[in-house]
């Protein structure tokens, strides 16, 4: 039950963020004297609408995207009486930008406001990071029955019984000097009998003898990169990290500048992936394992939201869906027709071709023929169209699981 109410809450989210998108849009034409006939949530048929002044209000059946229908976008548009002067093609160039990236304001907007709310209430990923042979959190050990699950286990495992505890840098493993966690983990797989592990804490060295307990496991061969059952040592402990940063609300807004700024470095990194991540995706549709940084649709990022609602991880809901707001807005960014920054793209061409015109004594040129764009915008359509379609398949066939 918890797990279906977080894939509606988050679907709900997400069709929010899309409502405030075109609502910045709207809102932005409007201060500016432009018309705006329609404002819509979602596609297809007509669920609703109503008229409130000049604008028509209303939903659609399919809550996957919404438009916003201003008069004049370009000069194919044709025009009311009341709406010559109106046109947003006819408007100053400062205008029509600001209009373009109203929608893409609001996503990031809600995106900081979400990241704000994260702080306080739960608090930010510390950027730090601790030693990368610190020990974590620790627990039994437990055979594993796949590839990402283990079968339950109960009482302490051999590294809380030899004494270790959270935060212990491990320099070596039975006189192993090892420098990152792989190295720990390769050491300690080896070990069948009393071991000891050669710890840092308190700015003490410390030997503890440790008894790993033998476990199967599904282990990677270096060479060849393929996973095998083996029997292996195991101690039962983590890779440390570091526990969110808690905030009020006045501390809140420059840490969450500051882990928004991290944020959209991150989002721009995996936008500039995306065409790479078609051969995993199609390699996850056609029965292979799905990687967790595979693109997902809207169905695969409702889903997840709901397996960490399922779990009351509502921080990682939260963040999902501020990660969400700044991945639409970067998107919308992108100098494509029929993307918003496909207009501000042909908007600025204009100003300048038209700078140009001035200083050569020339009269302004006409608005740019979208007719003439066509061609590309529908490659453009048509290729977005497919990923979309791919991601959706492999979110419907193979789904990421945060979970075992």
């Not at 700015?203 to 307990?213: A, C, I």
Request: hydrophobic share 45%; net charge negative.
């Amino acid at each position: 039950m918890v797990f279906a109410f977080g894939v509606l809450l988050f679907a709900l989210g997400i069709g929010a963020s899309i409502a405030l998108h075109e609502a910045g849009h709207m809102w932005t034409a409007k201060a500016l004297g432009m018309k705006v006939r329609r404002y819509y949530i979602g596609f297809g048929p007509k669920v609703f609408s109503f008229r409130r002044g000049e604008t028509e209000y209303g939903l659609k059946a399919i809550p996957a995207g919404g438009f916003c229908d201003i008069a004049g976008m370009t000069a194919a548009d044709e025009l009311a009486p009341d709406e010559v002067d109106r046109a947003m093609y006819k408007q100053k160039p400062w205008k029509r930008i600001v209009v373009m990236s109203g929608g893409i304001a609001m996503n990031f907007l809600l995106g900081f406001v979400l990241i704000m709310v994260l702080a306080v209430g739960w608090g930010l990923p510390n950027n730090d990071t601790p030693p990368a042979t610190a020990l974590g959190l620790m627990s039994c050990t437990a055979d594993q029955i796949d590839t990402n699950q283990l079968a339950e286990c109960t009482g302490p495992g051999p590294a809380e019984q030899a004494g270790l505890q959270r935060g212990d840098v491990v320099t070596a493993v039975g006189g192993v000097p090892v420098d990152n966690w792989q190295q720990f983990q390769s050491e300690t797989q080896k070990a069948s009998g009393p071991t000891d592990f050669t710890i840092e804490r308190d700015g003490q060295r410390l030997d503890v003898t440790v008894v790993p307990q033998q476990v199967t496991r599904y282990v990677t061969d270096t060479a060849t990169g393929q996973k095998s059952e083996r029997t292996v040592g195991a101690i039962g402990v983590g890779q440390d990290f570091y526990l969110p940063v808690q905030y009020n609300v006045l501390t809140a807004v420059p840490a969450s500048l500051v882990y928004t700024g991290d944020i959209f470095v991150q989002t721009a990194h995996s936008l500039t992936e995306m065409p790479g991540k078609v051969v995993d995706l199609w390699h996850a549709v056609t029965g292979g394992e799905r990687d967790l940084d595979t693109p997902i649709s809207v169905v695969g990022a409702s889903v997840i939201g709901g397996q960490v609602a399922e779990r009351g991880l509502w921080e990682v809901f939260v963040g999902l869906l501020a990660t969400l707001n700044f991945f639409l807005g970067i998107f919308n960014l992108l100098p494509l027709l029929p993307l918003d920054g496909g207009h501000i793209a042909v908007t600025i061409y204009e100003k300048i071709r038209n700078s140009i015109r001035r200083v050569r004594g020339l009269a302004a040129g006409g608005p740019v023929d979208y007719m003439k764009l066509m061609p590309i915008t529908y490659v453009v359509v048509v290729l977005g169209g497919a990923y979309m379609l791919l991601t959706l398949t492999a979110d419907i066939v193979n789904p990421i699981k945060l979970f075992p």
